[in-house]
């Protein structure tokens, strides 16, 4: 198989340090191999699998975690926790924290609109990472790489209890910081029949989080999201 440029060896060794073991290094080069890349260079084999394999292994281990930790919660509850956790948003913040960014093999169109940073390729980089660190060592190795990455957001889930409404939980915030009720900002873009939303937050006339998607709904929930997290750790807390 060729491998990328700028070379498998330099993600390698940053990806060994980060998660204190290697992965097997032909696994690692089609973890890291984005479809732009593939294309320009002959076809090269994609991530595209091993995003697949991924994204299993990542809903089993953290579905397990969440039942074992939470006995008393009905069905519901739990999928809203997994919900949470288990989505683009959440696993490009992941991305962000190992710098995966820097490691992902991208074609020129994707480097020159910022690739490297967009939630999607992030996120389905990080899956296909971790499909390749569950075929190299098994499921127990892939299941202690997931908890090292994903406990944060784990007991975020959980601190949340009853509220995994995002909008519901940033709402009962405000109100027990005395900030009185948040406000949405909607903005979007496109055409009718594909429109992009953007929303933030505001509080005490201050704008917080920051949501995107393909409704407002989902723009606003993740804002509310976003702005859930500044806000507990602001000095409003």
């Given at each position: 198989?060729?491998?990328?440029?700028?070379?498998?060896?330099?993600?390698?060794?940053?990806?060994?340090e980060v998660l204190?073991f290697e992965i097997?290094?032909?696994?690692?080069?089609?973890?890291?191999?984005?479809?732009?890349?593939?294309?320009?260079?002959?076809?090269?084999?994609?991530?595209?699998?091993?995003?697949?394999?991924?994204?299993?292994?990542?809903?089993?281990?953290?579905?397990?975690?969440?039942?074992?930790?939470?006995?008393?919660?009905?069905?519901?509850?739990?999928?809203?926790?997994?919900?949470?956790?288990?989505?683009?948003?959440?696993?490009?913040?992941?991305?962000?924290?190992?710098?995966?960014?820097?490691?992902?093999?991208?074609?020129?169109?994707?480097?020159?609109?910022?690739?490297?940073?967009?939630?999607?390729?992030?996120?389905?980089?990080?899956?296909?990472?971790?499909?390749?660190?569950?075929?190299?060592?098994?499921?127990?190795?892939?299941?202690?790489?997931?908890?090292?990455?994903?406990?944060?957001?784990?007991?975020?889930?959980?601190?949340?209890?009853?509220?995994?409404?995002?909008?519901?939980?940033?709402?009962?915030?405000?109100?027990?910081?005395?900030?009185?009720?948040?406000?949405?900002?909607?903005?979007?873009?496109?055409?009718?029949?594909?429109?992009?939303?953007?929303?933030?937050?505001?509080?005490?006339?201050?704008?917080?989080?920051?949501?995107?998607?393909?409704?407002?709904?989902?723009?606003?929930?993740?804002?509310?999201?976003?702005?859930?997290?500044?806000?507990?750790?602001?000095?409003?807390?």
């Amino acid at each position: 198989m060729t491998q990328p440029e700028p070379g498998i060896e330099v993600a390698s060794v940053h990806l060994a340090e980060v998660l204190g073991f290697e992965i097997d290094r032909q696994l690692l080069n089609q973890a890291l191999t984005h479809r732009s890349y593939a294309y320009e260079h002959g076809g090269l084999p994609t991530n595209e699998r091993l995003e697949f394999l991924g994204d299993s292994v990542l809903g089993l281990v953290v579905t397990d975690t969440l039942y074992r930790e939470n006995p008393d919660l009905p069905e519901g509850q739990l999928a809203k926790m997994r919900a949470s956790i288990v989505n683009a948003r959440a696993l490009a913040e992941v991305a962000r924290g190992i710098d995966l960014g820097s490691c992902v093999f991208l074609g020129k169109g994707e480097l020159t609109t910022g690739g490297p940073d967009k939630a999607s390729i992030l996120a389905d980089t990080l899956e296909a990472v971790i499909g390749a660190v569950y075929l190299g060592h098994g499921l127990d190795i892939a299941a202690q790489t997931l908890h090292q990455l994903f406990d944060p957001a784990i007991e975020r889930a959980a601190n949340l209890g009853a509220g995994l409404d995002w909008k519901t939980s940033l709402q009962e915030l405000t109100a027990n910081l005395g900030l009185g009720v948040p406000e949405y900002v909607i903005t979007q873009s496109g055409p009718d029949h594909d429109k992009f939303f953007t929303a933030r937050v505001r509080v005490a006339d201050q704008l917080y989080g920051n949501g995107e998607g393909p409704s407002k709904k989902q723009a606003e929930q993740i804002a509310a999201q976003t702005a859930w997290g500044e806000l507990s750790q602001s000095d409003h807390a």
